[in-house]
């Protein structure tokens, strides 16, 4: 079994920052990549960021330049730097990770984490 736990949600005000952390805990052999998806209210839940095993990344590019994504691989854990905030930032952020635990290769999801970007 595996839990995947986000925290670092929470109300900030427009041009302000945010960090958001990840960390995937349990029965985990090896992980490929670990990424930050985010949905609005009425919309899909979209791509912000991905980090592989590798390190190679990938943002949205509504995000380049505002955002970070990083990790810690003895943690298992990733992390989102929200840095200029704007409104339309404002969702719900989950955090996945590609994995393969003690039985397969799977995608995992955590609960989510509200981001509300507002004055």
């Known amino acids: 079994q595996v839990q995947i736990v986000e925290s670092g949600g929470g109300l900030v005000q427009p041009g302000g920052s945010l960090r958001l952390s990840c960390a995937a805990s349990g029965s985990i052999f090896s992980i490929y990549a670990m990424g930050w998806y985010r949905q609005a209210p009425g919309k899909q839940r979209e791509l912000v960021a991905l980090?592989?095993?590798?390190?190679?990344?990938n943002y949205a590019d509504s995000v380049k330049g505002r955002f970070t994504i990083s990790r810690d691989v003895a943690k298992n854990s990733v992390y989102l730097q929200m840095n200029s905030l704007k409104p339309e930032d404002t969702a719900v952020y989950y955090c996945n990770a590609d994995l393969r635990d003690s039985v397969r290769k799977q995608l995992y999801w955590g609960q989510g984490t509200q981001v509300t970007v507002s004055s």
């Open positions: 980090i592989t095993s590798g390190g190679s990344t």
